[in-house]
């Protein structure tokens, strides 16, 4: 019994802690040794065709997010036309289907989820639950000044919930930005 109040807790526990995946990509050859400012590519382009992120309110605390996290990084906006690079941004919402599935097993002996008794019998069951979640992604995109090409991008998902609280979605956007931009730019091979 304490081995299955202790699974219980422990479920809980990572239930709580943030499931936010985190993907980099980057042109090798570039020298991002060079950037110092930026600028964003076009601020007047529409994130997404979803309605949820595709808002004053969201625009605003996502590029507030990158804002601050290229400030902290030592980056300085350009919007004078001279900036290193472009900065864009985009996101999507899709929806999920998680399948648990539990077997359990009764017996004369009382209950056990992973023996079973084949001499004295006993019953199983297997109960099946479905729940559909959403996943948020967010890709933060650097390109290059002149040719607008591609040098860097970042990509974080994770299951989003029904906050309608505007500081918590503002502390989760912010978080998502910094870990997604963590590793911006790459470091120098040697």
């Given amino acids: 019994m304490k081995n299955i109040i202790f699974a219980v807790a422990l479920i809980l526990l990572c239930s709580a802690c943030s499931t936010l995946n985190v993907n980099t990509d980057f042109n090798p050859e570039y020298d991002f040794t060079r950037l110092k400012t930026y600028t964003w590519l076009d601020k007047d382009s529409v994130p997404s065709s979803d309605t949820r992120i595709n808002n004053d309110l969201m625009i605003a605390r996502v590029r507030n997010a990158v804002e601050k996290s290229l400030e902290a990084s030592g980056f300085v906006k350009d919007d004078g036309g001279s900036a290193d690079f472009r900065v864009s941004w985009h996101g999507a919402i899709q929806k999920k289907l998680q399948v648990d599935t539990i077997d359990h097993f009764y017996s004369s002996y009382g209950y056990g989820a992973l023996y079973r008794d084949p001499f004295m019998g006993g019953a199983s069951?297997?109960?099946?639950?479905?729940?559909e979640y959403e996943v948020g992604t967010l890709i933060v995109d650097i390109l290059d000044p002149v040719h607008h090409k591609l040098i860097w991008r970042g990509s974080g998902s994770d299951r989003i919930g029904n906050d309608t609280d505007p500081e918590k979605?503002?502390?989760?956007?912010?978080a998502a930005v910094s870990a997604i931009l963590k590793d911006f730019p790459p470091a120098e091979k040697y």
């Fill in 125 to 131: 069951t297997r109960t099946s639950t479905a729940r």
């Fill in 169 to 174: 979605s503002t502390q989760k956007i912010n």
